[in-house]
């Protein structure tokens, strides 16, 4: 297939590039490289472009004659979001309805979208189902589920299939150590574990010990970021192969907490280093693990990377080697 993808030289975006690549499809990257590196874009064709200009949109899919659309071109900082909700709702919500947009003039009729475990709030439920409740307790969260509520009247309206995958930790990196993670500021646990363990950092802070979990630490549902991307290539497939809308979990569907991660990166990296409780983060829930039955039985969507240890060795060999 001919597909679009926003936000191709991020984190994620990057890994789905490769995987769609592997795959043989052609692939065309457009990314504004405010966050994202233009290295990280390994193969197809890059064009340098904001989501807020509809007009350059509509060409980039007539050029390429685009027949899907991946689109993972967002603000993901929760503490960002609080702060500032505009940038949120005008880069996540307000240009994600210029592509929605472009697609209706091109005729575009297929989009997997980039959510987050994050519409869901307080979880009601462990483990996490698509149909529990969705109350976002930050703008972020809510930017995607607003997005997400516009792709079913695109689909009523326009007749847009889509595929909102929502996503819980991302982490992990390609295993052939050509691409990886690499934020700033860096706000995610692994990599920053990774960080005090090459000697970046001090110390590691576990953001509170009293929560009611196995160790008092906090427990989520880490996904490697090449099963998030093949995910993601099924979805696209599928589409295009007429499959109808749906809303699918993505996540291993084991928790780790903040402890076991830490002793996993020290016994990886066979490195020691200071580890200091600190205050609770405000806003985190005390776990949060995602139920994939829903993928994994509709899209045939199987984690090859499930097991902890494997997410941050593949990440560590990326930190030891500089990164980008
Ligand atoms: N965390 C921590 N110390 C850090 C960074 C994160 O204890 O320096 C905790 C955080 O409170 C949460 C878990 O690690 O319970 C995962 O946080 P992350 O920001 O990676 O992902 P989130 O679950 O917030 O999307």
Redesign the pocket.
């Known amino acids: 297939m001919n597909i679009l993808v926003t936000g191709g030289a991020g984190y994620i975006g990057s890994h789905v590039l490769k995987a769609l690549l592997k795959e043989g499809h052609q692939v065309v990257t457009f990314d504004n490289l405010q966050k994202g590196h233009r290295e990280a874009v390994i193969g197809g064709k890059f064009v340098e472009g904001d989501l807020s200009d509809q007009k350059h949109i509509e060409n980039v899919m007539a050029e390429n004659k685009i027949e899907g659309v991946i689109h993972l071109a967002a603000d993901s900082l ?1 503490g960002e979001s609080m702060e500032n909700p505009a940038k949120y709702y005008r880069n996540n919500f307000a240009n994600g309805i210029n592509l929605l947009e472009a697609m209706v003039k091109n005729d575009v009729k297929n989009i997997v979208f980039s959510s987050t ?2 519409v869901y709030g307080e979880p009601d439920q462990i483990p996490i189902k698509e149909k529990n409740q969705t109350v976002p307790t930050n703008t972020y969260g809510e930017s995607k589920l607003f997005f997400e509520k516009a792709l079913k009247r695109y689909d009523d309206i326009h007749g847009i299939n889509f595929v909102s995958l929502r996503y ?2 991302a ?1 992990g990196a390609d295993p052939e150590g050509e691409i990886g993670e690499a934020h700033d500021p860096e ?4 990599p ?2 990774l960080q005090t363990a090459l000697g970046i950092r001090d110390k ?5 010990d009293d929560y009611p979990t196995r160790d008092g ?4 549902d880490y996904i490697h970021v090449n099963d998030l991307a093949a995910a993601h290539v099924l979805a696209v497939e599928a589409l295009g192969a007429g499959k109808e809308s749906s809303i699918y979990n993505l996540g291993n569907g084991e928790g780790y907490s ?1 402890k076991e ?1 830490i002793d996993t990166v020290k016994e990886v990296t066979d490195r020691d280093f200071e580890v200091e409780v ?1 205050k ?2 405000a806003g ?1 829930p005390a776990v ?1 693990i995602a139920s994939s039955d829903k993928i994994q039985q509709e899209l045939n969507w199987q984690p090859e990377y499930p097991e902890l240890e494997k997410i941050i060795s593949t990440a560590w060999q990326w930190h030891k080697s500089g990164g980008f």
Do not use: P
Not at 187 to 190: F, R
Not at 204 to 208: A, E, L, S
Not at 217 to 220: D, F, G, K, L, T
């Open positions: 929760v475990a994050a819980f930790n982490a706000t995610h646990l692994i920053i574990v590691i802070y576990i953001f509170g630490s906090c427990i989520r903040v991660v600190a609770r983060r985190d949060l």
